[in-house]
């Protein structure tokens, strides 16, 4: 069964700096591409970022492009998103997907909430 759980998320004033954790678990880890996917409220699901099993091809969404950075460290089962120069328009529940660039519900994890205020 796969067990995806999203930490990090909090209150951050416009312009800071967040680092998302994404801890696997109940699959092969280091053979599958992963990804983040964010929702914000009254919205639909956005792809944010993906990353290929072996962290050689990354990819982003234009919207956080320069200010988003995807990893992984498949020794810990750890997904990473470090999320600089945050804006109000990244407010959203963020989660980790296995995938690179959709994947069914019953993939996702739980979520984290980001919210970005003054």
């Known amino acids: 069964e796969v067990h995806l759980m999203e930490s990090g998320g909090g209150l951050v004033q416009p312009g800071g700096s967040l680092r998302l954790s994404c801890a696997a678990s109940g699959f092969t880890f280091g053979s599958y591409a992963m990804s983040w996917v964010r929702q914000a409220p009254g919205k639909g699901p956005e792809w944010v970022s993906g990353i290929k099993s072996d962290s050689r091809d990354t990819y982003y969404a234009d919207s956080v492009k320069g200010r988003f950075t995807i990893s992984r460290d498949n020794a810990k089962n750890t997904l990473y998103l470090q999320m600089n120069s945050l804006k109000p328009e990244d407010t959203a529940v963020y989660y980790c997907?296995?995938?690179?660039?959709?994947?069914?519900?019953?993939?996702w994890g739980q979520g984290t909430q980001v919210t970005v205020s003054s």
């Open positions: 997907a296995r995938g690179l660039r959709s994947a069914p519900r019953s993939f």
